[in-house]
């Protein structure tokens, strides 16, 4: 006799419209227990809505949802977890003001949670279980956007789901880091849990997913099994044909756009990190990137040269030869910086303002401001042009920031800073979470502004695009800043083992360095 196991969760015939939009068209899925099953599709195709779904966060038009073999009507979050389904959103839900355990413990039944103090020990062991270090006293406004992303996974797993849908979650770990997690998740799976994988990194899907649903403009268009695709294959489902290519530009190395001179700041709060006497060079022409594991000081280092940290640096910083480091972010904008924040809502756009009104945090000269008078005809002509090179999925210039999926919403934040012509190009996380076709979009993009002289600096966890569009890289540990190494030459293991600090000189204590030759055999 053949027990029969009910499917984990079955979506059939899920419809969800907004005005202007069908977001989801007549979607069904299924995701058996045990299963890592994938979501792939360009931003804007669908996703998140649907993951919204499955967790209460929004309502279906149309369709039925069934969890362990019943129908079920999952109305709030808070239903979706009294079933055993727990989700990391892309754009986190957290409080700032409040501290790592007391956010998780809001997303915990009050049977789970316990008593403060023992939440944060189960947060502390579980975090270094699943190699997602977090300091569980530490205010949320401290962190970086790839710390808060651990917290989100934390909160999530210490929640002992039965579904657990995961959105870009290797986005903040170090290649080795990454192969832990994914132990950490067959394991899980092996023990009856069912996982729900969102990621843009083909390779990944490939290597984890049991099956992968494809979904393009709201429909499902496939399912497949990830492990007998090629990643141009997957490419190609997405799609709907050959993603653009990303072509390295070649143009003669400049004049010195961007000089950092010893730069030592003391940390800003208790759990800050300290930047120790860091020196860069970034020319006209070049492409320089940082890579590091999240919490490491990029943070830190971006405030600092974007100005918004607000200490003064005196000469330690400089754009074309002139010392900024007494001149605020807007001052040093008009020396010619422009610069792409980690955060998307919030720093990089206002969420409840138009694509229009969101270009004036950026452009507040003439044509776009005269007099302290705003334009709005020239606001929204430049963000329709954004639109439109970039092409960003939204209805027009007065669409809200926060309409736009994550990865459309990122196109139009590079586009705008690009878009100033700047000398400099600061630029954190240029594509997390963004699909490979808008990837290789905004990297070609930035690829053209280095072939008009401009210096771009870099900063990301993403190893892959560091070394397809970087000419130099340097590697943030701990607050010190490695040499740079020219692309051709480096490794993805001496990158991944500069990570821990173990260069010449730098700041790696005895511990770390037997931590870190033990991990590399």
Known sequence: ??????????????????????????????????????????????????MK?????????????????????????????????????????????????????????????????????????????YGLPLEPHRHVHTLSVGERQR?????????????????????????????????????????????LYISHKLDEIRALCHRATVMRMGRVTG?????????????????????????????????????????SLPRSHAFGTALERIALDVHGGEIVGIAGVSGNGQQELLAALSGEDGRQTGGAVQIDGRAVGRLGARDRRRAGLAFVPEERLGRGAVPGMSLAANTL?????PPFVRGGLISPKAAAGLAASVIQRFRVKANNPDALARSLSGGNLQKFIVGREIASGPKVLIVAQPTWGVDVGAAAQIHN?????????????????????????????????????????????????QVGLWMSGLWSGGPATERDKTEAEVSHG
Do not use: W
């Open 53 to 129: 779904i499955i967790f209460g966060a929004v309502r279906p038009d149309a369709g039925e949802v069934h969890f362990n073999g019943a129908p079920v009507s999952i109305a709030s979050p808070h239903d979706a977890r009294n079933l055993g389904i727990a989700m990391v959103f892309q754009h986190f839900s957290l409080f700032d003001t409040l501290t790592v355990t007391e956010n998780i413990a809001l997303g915990l039944p009050p049977k789970d949670a316990g008593n403060m103090k023992q939440l944060a020990a189960r947060i502390r062991t579980t975090a270094e279980r």
């Open 223 to 263: 399912v497949c099994d990830p492990r007998e695709e090629s990643a141009a294959s997957l490419s190609r489902l997405m799609i709907g044909g050959e993603p653009p290519r990303e072509a390295r530009v070649a143009a003669e190395r400049g004049p010195l756009r961007l000089a950092v001179r010893d730069l």
């Open 445 to 493: 993009e930035i690829l053209a502004l280095k072939a008009t002289g401009c210096a771009v600096l870099v900063v990301s966890e993403e190893l892959d695009e560091l070394f397809a569009i970087c000419d130099r890289l340097h590697v943030i540990a701990k607050g010190h800043l490695s040499p740079s190494i020219p692309v051709e030459t480096a490794t993805r293991e």
């Open 361 to 365: 945090l950026s452009h507040q000269s």
């Open 151 to 195: 917290v989100e996974i934390v909160r999530a797993l210490l929640a002992n789901p039965q579904l657990l849908i995961l959105d870009e979650p290797t986005s903040v770990l170090t290649p080795q880091a990454v192969e832990t997690l994914f132990v950490t998740l067959r394991q899980l799976a092996a023990e009856g849990t069912s996982i």
């Open 1 to 50: 006799m053949t027990l029969h196991i009910p499917t984990r969760l079955a979506l059939a015939h899920i419809t969800k419209r907004y005005p202007g939009v069908t977001a989801n068209d007549d979607v069904s899925l299924s995701v058996a227990p045990g299963e890592i099953h994938a979501v792939l599709g360009e931003n804007g195709a669908g996703k998140s809505t649907l």
